[in-house]
């Protein structure tokens, strides 16, 4: 999600290391509050959600 300071992480893939696979692949730190594991369909891969 954007925001006027910076890029916020809010959601990962479940399984993922949130350092090893997302921040240390990243050329900037994103802001990190609470990260939500993204929601899973039925086929096993993340769900598409609508942000509004």
């Not at 893939?13 to 692949?25: K, T, V």
Request: proline share 6%; aromatic share 4%.
């Amino acid at each position: 999600m954007f925001r006027r300071v910076g890029l916020e992480l809010i959601e990962a893939a479940p399984g993922m290391d949130l350092q090893r696979d997302i921040i240390e692949r990243m050329k900037f730190v994103p802001i990190i509050r609470l990260v939500a594991e993204m929601a899973m369909g039925k086929s096993g891969t993340a769900a598409p959600r609508t942000i509004v």
